[in-house]
Structures are given as structure tokens and as C-alpha cells.
T-cell receptor, first 110, second 110 residues
Framework: DQQVKQNSPSLSVQEGRISILNCDYTNSMFDYFLWYKKYPAEGPTFLISISSIKDKNEDGRFTVFLNKSAKHLSLHIVPSQPGDSAVYFC?????????FGTGTSLTVIP | SQTIHQWPATLVQPVGSPLSLECTVE??????LYWYRQAAGRGLQLLFY??????ISSEVPQNLSASRPQDRQFILSSKKLLLSDSGFYLC?????????FGQGTRLTVV
């Protein structure tokens, strides 16, 4: 049973515009959420995280929003750059384990 | 600073052959260690995690096993590979609520 779901397998955005990646989770007891970025044939790299006591966390061009009532997480990238083209995974951390979604492939068009 | 090494980077093995993938971490003590697999077009599936030497938890019953003979060493093994074992295998470590990944091993079973 999948704990974390990313329902959009792909997203294309024009350079300079906002990219919004979405993630839904199943367990309201989860208390820590993360986003990772992955290039082909490489390991994922940590991007940004948020704990359940917050609803927003910002780091430069990246902002993560948490809507606990909807059990929904989103990552906003603004402005989007061609180098942001990659697969983005959301994840939850619970009980020493990290569970990942299936990923969204973002393409930023120059 | 902490680094994680995973090898080999690519591996082609015949069906029925054994497997041993090794992962080591430097610059930290008593990390939590993880093995993930990314099958073609799919997300990151947690296979095993370990919170200490000799302590292994399995998430998915399968043809694979894991061992942690030393604090910063994590090994993924199989006695007889199946075609379905093909995929991209990732080792990760975590000190707190953030996982850091190795570069991955692309395993092709033929």
C-alpha cells in the first residue's frame, strides 16, 4: 500500500514560470516531509523539507507547502530554470524509514 | 563531511548468479542505512533498512537479503538473481530526518 502518491508522472513548464509539483499522503500521523531531485543514473539529492508543525518552508527558489487537513504537499519552483529539469520525489520520514512517491518528471523548456 | 560510496556503478549478471553490492559511509557514526530499488518507470522502493550492526529490517519479501557487518558498511546480496531483480539500486544513510544517497548501481540481469 503506497504511503505517498505523486499522481502526475510528468510536467512541462516554460523557463521563468512557476513549477508546481504535488504529492498526497495517506497517514495523518506523518510528521516530516521531504523533496528530492534526481537526475538519470544518479542518486537523489535532498532539496527541501518541512515538519508537520509548519505549513510553509522556503529556500531560495524552492518553497514547500503542507496542507495537513488535505494530506497534501506541494513544491513550488520559481522562477523555473532549464537546470531544474529532473525527476522530483516527495518522501515522508516515519519510524526511521523514508517512503517515496513515484516521482514527477519536470521539463523546463528554454 | 559525510560521504557515501556505493559500488559497482553498473553490473550485468546472468540469471541464477549471486549478487553482492556494497555501500560504505564515511564521516559519521551509527548512521541508519537503507537499500532502495528503482525499477524502470517506477518510484523508489524501500528494500531494507538498518539502525545498527546486525540489525536489518526487511520491507518487501523477495529474493534479496542485506547485512551490516560493520557500523558503516551495508551489503545487499542475492544467492540467485532473477530477471525481475533488474533495476537501479541505491544505498542511503541518515543521521536524523534526512537521507543522503549514493550514486547507485544499475543492475541488469540477463
Amino acid at each position: 500500500d503506497q504511503q505517498v502518491k505523486q499522481n502526475s508522472p510528468s510536467l512541462s513548464v516554460q523557463e521563468g514560470r512557476i513549477s508546481i509539483l504535488n504529492c498526497d499522503y495517506t497517514n495523518s500521523m506523518f510528521d516530516y516531509f521531504l523533496w528530492y531531485k534526481k537526475y538519470p543514473a544518479e542518486g537523489p539529492t535532498f532539496l527541501i523539507s518541512i515538519s508537520s508543525i509548519k505549513d510553509k518552508n522556503e529556500d531560495g527558489r524552492f518553497t514547500v507547502f503542507l496542507n495537513k487537513s488535505a494530506k497534501h504537499l506541494s513544491l513550488h519552483i520559481v522562477p523555473s530554470q532549464p537546470g531544474d529539469s529532473a525527476v522530483y520525489f516527495c518522501a515522508v520520514y516515519t519510524g526511521n524509514q523514508f517512503y517515496f512517491g513515484t516521482g514527477t518528471s519536470l521539463t523546463v523548456i528554454p | 563531511s559525510q560521504t557515501i560510496h556505493q559500488w559497482p556503478a553498473t553490473l550485468v549478471q546472468p540469471v541464477g548468479s549471486p549478487l553482492s553490492l556494497e555501500c560504505t559511509v564515511e564521516g559519521t557514526s551509527n548512521p541508519n542505512l537503507y537499500w532502495y530499488r528503482q525499477a524502470a518507470g517506477r518510484g523508489l522502493q524501500l528494500l531494507f533498512y538498518s539502525v545498527g550492526i546486525g540489525q536489518i529490517s526487511s520491507e518487501v519479501p523477495q529474493n534479496l537479503s542485506a547485512s551490516r557487518p560493520q557500523d558503516r558498511q551495508f551489503i545487499l546480496s542475492s544467492k540467485k538473481l532473477l530477471l525481475s531483480d533488474s533495476g537501479f539500486y541505491l544505498c542511503a544513510w541518515a543521521g536524523t530526518a534526512e537521507a543522503f544517497f549514493g550514486q547507485g548501481t544499475r543492475l541488469t540481469v540477463v
